[in-house]
């Protein structure tokens, strides 16, 4: 992927996700790396990121995924949430948050993807996602 497809990537990232200050940090083998630093405004508990926004980043790195898995097939769709489990395994501190998804089957109407999200270690996430998407290809 260039440069210039990571700009339309960050570019395709929603409101949402940048008031949480959300960023695509990297690319790890053609997959968007996405992360978050710790700021009073995603806060939970003191010195505690909120699972309000551990979600949110979860969530924008699984689209990121899928977004940039159909862009590498040249498919154009609407993404529309069939289902999102997310499983909080540890309290995210105040640090840099990151989550980087993997799609597990991507077929004509439909996706499974899931990510990960971690702060030192992408081999002890502090949260999980599994998602189900509905695609709606363009022009359909």
Not at 105 to 114: H, K, P, S, T
Request: hydrophobic letters at 40%; one cysteine or more; a neutral charge.
């Amino acid at each position: 992927m260039t440069g210039r497809e990571i700009d339309t990537l960050r570019m395709e990232l929603p409101a949402y996700a940048r008031s949480l200050g959300i960023v695509i940090e990297r690319l790890e083998q053609g997959v968007p790396v996405l992360a978050m630093p710790f700021d009073g405004h995603v806060e939970g508990r003191p010195t505690v990121l909120h699972g309000g926004a551990t979600s949110g980043l979860l969530e924008n790195a699984g689209y990121a995924a899928l977004r940039a898995e159909l862009h590498r097939q040249g498919r154009h769709a609407r993404l529309k949430p069939i289902g999102i489990t997310v499983q909080f395994l540890t309290a995210a501190r105040c640090q840099t948050t990151y989550a980087a998804g993997h799609v597990n089957r991507l077929g004509r109407r439909n996706a499974n993807i899931e990510v990960s999200a971690w702060q030192d270690d992408p081999a002890r996430p502090v949260a999980t996602a599994v998602m189900n998407i509905l695609m709606v290809e363009d022009g359909a």
